[in-house]
């Protein structure tokens, strides 16, 4: 798992097998998360968002869920595919301010 | 849309000399962002424009680093003079929210790879 301020952790998986990647985020007053994917030599891409009045939020094959009581937000892929492989950012908010970014989990997918 | 724009992709060069990375930002959008990247420190946010309008440089390192946005369709941020430990990849984002708006999320450029030798 990832922790906002702290290393930057691996996690590798299996073609074909769930990827939980997680965030324990600082500010309890955040209302506003969002997942990044990074690859290598681009930039980071938006994958899902969530406000702070939701637990879950779906896409296609990711879910974001957001526990607001322990400050942790974790990031679902399904069925994970080699083009998955990737540093994922967890960010966060406060009203107007800017996001704050976590340094990112490394996901590694091998066939 | 052809997203973010950043240039140069790489720019390699000497301790002292001054560097510029230049930003196009996706049209329409209002809020334009500079970042750092390193292994150390992750993603830094450096300075952020609204509207063309330097809203928060307080991320900006020291006096040799510098960015401007002279109109909506281009921003520079310039390093002078640029030493090693400036090395790093600089990312510039865009969004579409003003500072009305909260959460936005944030369009990045691929970003420039900067090696300051």
């Known amino acids: 798992g990832e922790s906002v301020g702290l290393h930057l952790p691996t996690l590798s998986v299996q073609e074909g097998d769930n990827s939980i990647i997680n965030c324990a985020y600082s500010?309890?007053?955040?209302?506003?998360f969002i997942w990044y994917k990074q690859e290598s030599g681009k930039g980071p891409q938006f994958i899902i968002d969530i406000r702070s009045n939701m637990d879950k939020r779906q896409g296609q094959r990711v879910t974001v869920l957001l526990n607001k009581t322990v400050k942790h937000l974790s990031l679902q892929i399904a069925a994970t595919q080699p083009g998955d492989s990737a540093v994922y950012f967890c960010a966060e908010n406060r009203g107007y301010s800017t996001l704050t970014f976590g340094k990112g989990t490394m996901l590694l997918v091998s066939p | 849309d052809a997203g973010v724009i950043q240039s140069p992709r790489h720019e390699v060069t000497e301790m002292g000399q001054e560097v510029t990375l230049r930003c196009k930002p996706i049209s329409g959008h209002n809020s334009l962002f500079w970042y750092r990247q390193t292994m150390m420190r992750g993603l830094e946010l450096l300075i952020y424009f609204n509207n063309n309008v330097p809203i928060d440089d307080s991320g900006m390192p020291e006096d040799r680093f510098s960015a401007k946005m002279p109109n909506a369709s281009f921003s520079t941020l310039k390093i002078q003079p640029s030493e090693p430990r400036d090395s790093a990849v600089y990312f510039c984002?865009?969004?579409?929210?003003?500072?009305?708006?909260?959460?936005?999320?944030?369009?990045f450029g691929s970003g420039t790879q900067l090696s300051v030798l």
């Open positions: 500010n309890s007053a955040s209302d506003y």
């Open positions: 984002a865009s969004s579409l929210g003003g500072r009305g708006v909260t959460g936005e999320k944030l369009f």
